[in-house]
T-cell receptor, first 114, second 111 residues
Framework: EAGVTQFPSHSVIEKGQTVTLRCDPISGHDNLYWYRRVMGKEIKFLLHFVKESKQDESGMPNNRFLAERTGGTYSTLKVQPAELEDSGVYFC????????????FGPGTRLLVL | KQEVTQIPAALSVPEGENLVLNCSFTDSAIYNLQWFRQDPGKGLTSLLLIQSSQREQTSGRLNASLDKSSGRSTLYIAASQPGDSATYLC??????????FGTGTRLQVFP
């Protein structure tokens, strides 16, 4: 069974540009999560999809971040325009059911904004 | 607001030692607690998941305990090996589904 995959693995962009990150969850997992770690800080929650619906987006830092999950399969996270403080590692995770199940994490996308 | 703390921040030990990594959380109203391992430049690998009703979970040389009332969890690693070198993260899940992470313990096991 394939794990959670993320693309790209690395991205280097200039301030003001747009970047789109993609996450493919484990097949059959309705729940998809985005997290990020900025330099020197702990991993923090961004948002949670149940199928194509946003269940919780309380962790989204501002309106420069837009997450979508059309069709309830893969998800994209767009940052537009990117700022220096957006640099960090963006992780995606998925789980089959809510509540008590393990969340399985992808390898992350390392974003550097110059 | 839930806060998760991990002590120590870093640990360096010789191969063969038994280790205890600590995780504490401020709000005991959790659904479960999960221990992860992260290798440099890689993603997170789930090690153990303890439900709020459980006291401990074991997997191979790893044993995780949970004392919800005191807001503590420990990860015990028996007979450490150089391959155990990684950053270990604990995360608690509350009423919503999001995980709240600690800052991690960076472990180095030298031969």
């Amino acid at each position: 069974e394939a794990g959670v995959t993320q693309f790209p693995s690395h991205s280097v962009i200039e301030k003001g540009q747009t970047v789109t990150l993609r996450c493919d969850p484990i097949s059959g997992h309705d729940n998809l999560y985005w997290y990020r770690r900025v330099m020197g800080k702990e991993i923090k929650f961004l948002l949670h999809f149940v199928k194509e619906s946003k269940q919780d987006e309380s962790g989204m830092p501002n309106n420069r971040f837009l997450a979508e999950r059309t069709g309830g399969t893969y998800s994209t996270l767009k940052v537009q325009p990117a700022e220096l403080e957006d640099s960090g590692v963006y992780f995606c995770a998925s789980s089959q059911n809510r509540g008590q199940e393990t969340q399985y994490f992808g390898p992350g996308t390392r974003l550097l904004v110059l | 607001k839930q806060e998760v703390t991990q002590i120590p921040a870093a640990l360096s030990v010789p191969e063969g030692e038994n280790l205890v990594l600590n995780c504490s959380f401020t709000d005991s109203a959790i659904y479960n607690l999960q221990w992860f391992r992260q290798d440099p430049g890689k993603g997170l690998t789930s090690l153990l998941l303890i439900q709020s009703s459980q006291r401990e979970q074991t997997s191979g040389r790893l044993n995780a305990s949970l004392d919800k009332s005191s807001g503590r969890s420990t990860l015990y690693i028996a007979a450490s090996q150089p391959g155990d070198s990684a950053t270990y993260l604990c995360a608690v899940r509350e009423g919503t589904d999001k995980l709240i992470f600690g800052t991690g313990t960076r472990l180095q096991v030298f031969p």
